[in-house]
């Protein structure tokens, strides 16, 4: 099975603040990663998928970039609703796995 | 508006079976793959299972394999997972989520969107 490490597992930030969230794959995923925000009590929404494309409706300051086993999710400028939680998803093979997860939490 | 809407969570004990179904509107079912996505409360996403558009291919998690059943019902718009053997360690909430989600373009398997999900508590 490919392991899906996140770093780190929760960070504080202000809004404004630039965000980098970071993701290992434990295999060559090539560009088959996917990126997802969770806030509590909801389903996840999808932000980022195959590494860099910006899923419609998602706001441009969500970007993703990387290859092979190292991925980044960036925010360029938090806003008050970017706080939640944030997984990255391997869809290179099955079983599909998942990163731990990022907490971002205001300061 | 593409909606998908699960039911049939609850409490049941260990050994005891469940069957859950996920209803799908606003797109047409028969041209998707689908999943089932869980998440143990307070813990992360887990993959459970997903099917092809026409019910050929099912692929499971190892947790799961010959315990749980995926199906769907083209004609009814409805995915089901049947669980059996149930364990404390299945208790999670259980989403819904429509799968190779992006038309056009070779992504594999990703999930987009999903439901709002279905509580199983397995405890005795």
């Known amino acids: 099975d490919i392991q899906m490490t996140q770093s780190p597992s929760s960070l504080s930030a202000s809004v404004g603040d630039r965000v980098t969230i970071t993701c290992r794959a434990s295999?060559?995923?090539?560009?088959?990663l996917n990126w997802y925000q969770q806030k509590p009590g909801k389903a996840p929404k999808l932000l980022i998928y195959?590494?860099?494309s910006l899923q419609s409706g998602v706001p441009s300051r969500f970007s993703g970039s990387g290859s092979e086993t190292d991925f980044t999710l960036t925010i360029s400028s938090l806003q008050p609703e970017d706080f939640a939680t944030y997984y990255c998803q391997q869809s290179y093979m099955t079983p599909l796995t998942f990163g731990g997860g990022t907490k971002v939490e205001i300061k | 508006e593409v909606q998908l809407v699960e039911s049939g969570g609850g409490l049941v004990q260990p050994g005891g079976s469940l069957r859950l179904s996920c209803v799908a509107s606003?797109?047409?079912?028969?041209?998707?793959?689908m999943s089932w996505v869980r998440q143990a409360p307070g813990k992360g996403l887990e993959w459970v299972a997903h099917?092809?558009?026409?019910?050929?291919?099912?692929k499971y998690v190892d947790a799961v394999k010959g315990r749980f059943t995926i199906s769907r019902d083209n004609g009814k718009n409805a995915l089901y997972l049947e669980m059996n053997s149930l364990r404390a360690e299945d208790t999670a909430v259980y989403y819904c989520?429509?799968?190779?989600?992006?038309?056009?373009?070779?992504?594999?398997?990703?999930?987009?969107?999903w439901g709002q999900g279905t509580l199983v508590s397995v405890s005795s």
């Open positions: 989520a429509r799968d190779k989600a992006i038309v056009g373009v070779n992504t594999g398997s990703l999930f987009d969107p």
């Open positions: 606003g797109f047409i079912f028969s041209n998707y793959w």
């Open positions: 195959v590494a860099s």
């Open positions: 099917i092809k558009e026409d019910g050929s291919e099912k």
């Open positions: 295999h060559n995923i090539i560009n088959y």
